[in-house]
């Protein structure tokens, strides 16, 4: 006999002794073995998410889907996991090799991408501010930075402020941009959003604020109004450096003449 619509052989009936054979069972793909990696991971997710206040163990756990208990084969404690998220962040980071003639060049460059690294996940400047970067892992950066500005000629003592100056800056500055942000996102709204806020559109209107004050009481207000508040973050970023950057090199010694 033959099935006449495929034009094959018929298959033919189960024999006895296979009708009471039990289907095969399904098996489920092997789930990939919990890792500190992989803990890193779920709480970078959680964190762009909820952000550092909504960042627990248990929602941690829930993302990696495990019970919490198997966390702390890989982590120690909350800290210990924000700690490792901090030090992920400099994974594949380059320091540069220390070029006087470059400095301030190295250092821009530094900041600049620091501060897009932070600007990456949710609340990591908050992370970032409250762990002193001086891990065996961070080490070799914080001897790079020291190691550009001695380099360059500053002062042991102005060299050993200035990297707790440049990256207390780059906190702060992304610090109020993510402020900035979960305030846009609160006003849309969205709790959990990552939404930029209309920079522009906030420039705008404190510059016609400040415009609008009485001259006789606030002259200078007035007459900044155009400058006080631009509307790009990088530009504010790349001013607020330089300042920095400018003041730093007042320190050098006077060129021989």
Do not use: C
């Amino acid at each position: 006999m033959t099935d006449e619509t495929a034009g094959t052989p018929a298959s033919p009936p189960p024999s006895p002794w296979e009708r009471e054979r039990p289907a095969p069972a399904r098996v489920a793909p092997a789930r990939e073995p919990l890792s500190r990696e992989r803990v890193v991971d779920a709480a970078f997710t959680v964190l762009d998410r909820q952000g550092l206040d909504g960042l627990s163990m248990r929602q941690v756990a829930a993302e990696a889907g495990v019970a919490v208990s198997a966390l702390y084969a890989h982590v120690s404690s909350k800290d210990d996991l924000l700690e490792l998220m901090y030090a992920r962040l400099f994974a594949g980071f380059a320091m540069p090799v220390p070029d006087p003639e470059r400095w301030r060049e190295q250092v821009r460059d530094y900041a600049r991408s620091w501060r897009h690294l932070l600007l990456a996940h949710r609340d990591m400047a908050r992370i970032s501010m409250a762990h002193v970067p001086f891990t065996a892992e961070l080490l070799p950066h914080v001897e790079a930075l020291l190691a550009v500005f001695r380099t360059a000629g500053l002062p042991d003592r102005i060299a050993a402020e200035a990297g707790d100056l440049i990256s207390t800056y780059i906190d702060g500055f992304v610090l109020e941009e993510g402020m900035w942000r979960d305030r846009a996102a609160l006003q849309a709204g969205d709790k959990s959003s990552l939404a930029r806020p209309d920079w522009r559109e906030m420039a705008g209107e404190m510059q016609n604020y400040f415009a609008s004050l009485p001259e006789q009481d606030f002259p200078h207000l007035r007459a900044l109004a155009g400058l006080m508040v631009t509307d790009s973050a990088d530009e504010r970023f790349d001013i607020g450096l330089e300042i920095i950057l400018r003041g730093l090199a007042s320190y050098l010694p006077s060129p021989s003449v």
